[in-house]
Nanobody, 124 residues
Framework: QAQLVESGGGLVQAGGSLRLSCAASGRSGRTFNLYAMAWFRQAPGKEREFVAAITWTGSTTYKADSMKGRFGISRDNNKNMLYLQMNNLKPEDTAIYYC??????????????WGQGTQVTVSS
């Protein structure tokens, strides 16, 4: 069974930083270094949106250049871990953040396996 578990969310003031982690186990762990990984987020009342993705070789894609300057996606294939470093957080970054495993791309449908999500709340 594929399992992805996010951690690291919480409440932070605007301008602060958080580092999200996603641990892969089961099928997701055994195949971790074969697939792309990604972070998505879903704010209240909004659709889930792509944040960033990273291939198994480490190539990265971000939702926007502005996000690339504040967010950094990385992975450790030896530990089956995915990370999202978030700096200079803004209230509009408030959302549930999900990690996902799949074939890459920026659409939810590109990813077959999902974690349960971790809440990030940025206060102004």
């Amino acid at each position: 069974q594929a399992q992805l578990v996010e951690s690291g969310g919480g409440l932070v003031q605007a301008g602060g930083s958080l580092r999200l982690s996603c641990a892969a186990s089961g099928r997701s762990g055994r195949t971790f270094n074969l697939y792309a990984m990604a972070w998505f987020r879903q704010a209240p009342g909004k659709e889930r949106e792509f944040v960033a993705a990273i291939t198994w070789t480490g190539s990265t894609t971000y939702k926007a250049d502005s996000m690339k300057g504040r967010f950094g996606i990385s992975r450790d294939n030896n530990k089956n871990m995915l990370y999202l470093q978030m700096n200079n957080l803004k209230p509009e970054d408030t959302a549930i953040y999900y990690c996902a495993q799949g074939s890459g791309g920026v659409r939810s449908s590109d990813y077959a396996y999902w974690g349960q999500g971790t809440q990030v709340t940025v206060s102004s």
